[in-house]
């Protein structure tokens, strides 16, 4: 493979990776920490995301148990919980943050799965932009004869395969994900 398609499969591959990780941060009815991923704390100054100032553990099924390292960002990571869109309300005990996770109602599992075709189909956008822009290099090292005409020709059935190889990985895990949280 040219070294030109092999740049850009790359690229495809880590958008891919972008959405699973955006995948992974829907909540499927159990407590899962990487929906405290995208969640970021002032600590002393810098944005810096709940993770890496606080221990988080899942005691049940259903809770989360945030507790942080210093004991005085505690109330900026209750607030910041407060503010995001994970429409859970924190409890504070003084020491730690707990999360109840509540089960999940029909409706918002059609909202979830809404999301992640939302999430899927900006995945695949990306992913085509990624493809857009490899076709405009093809075309051009074609017109400054650093390429064939055949090669380019090539070279774009290459890149048309890989993109439609993503967009389809994507609809699969979109599909699997979308199965988990219809799950009852």
Excluded: H
């Amino acid at each position: 493979m040219n070294e030109i398609l092999k740049e850009y499969d790359v690229k495809m591959q880590k958008t891919v990776e972008v959405v699973i990780s955006d995948f992974a941060a829907v909540r499927a009815g159990r407590a899962n920490a990487a929906v405290l991923d995208k969640i970021t704390v002032d600590y002393y100054g810098s944005a810096t995301p709940i993770n890496q100032v606080a221990a988080i553990s899942s005691p049940d099924p259903r809770s989360l148990l945030i507790k942080p390292w210093d004991g005085s960002i505690l109330k900026a990571i209750e607030k910041a919980i407060q503010t995001s869109d994970l429409g859970i309300n924190p409890q504070n005990d003084g020491t730690s943050i707990r999360l109840g996770f509540p089960q999940l109602t029909e409706e918002r599992r059609k909202e979830l799965t809404k999301q992640v075709k939302k999430y899927a189909e900006n995945g695949k956008v990306a992913i085509r932009n990624i493809r857009r822009d490899a076709m405009d290099k093809l075309k051009s090292k074609q017109k400054k004869s650093e390429i064939t005409e055949d090669d380019c020709k090539e070279y774009e059935k290459e890149l048309q395969d890989m993109t439609d190889k993503r967009c389809k990985e994507l609809d699969e895990l979109a599909s699997k994900k979308e199965k988990e949280l219809m799950a009852v």
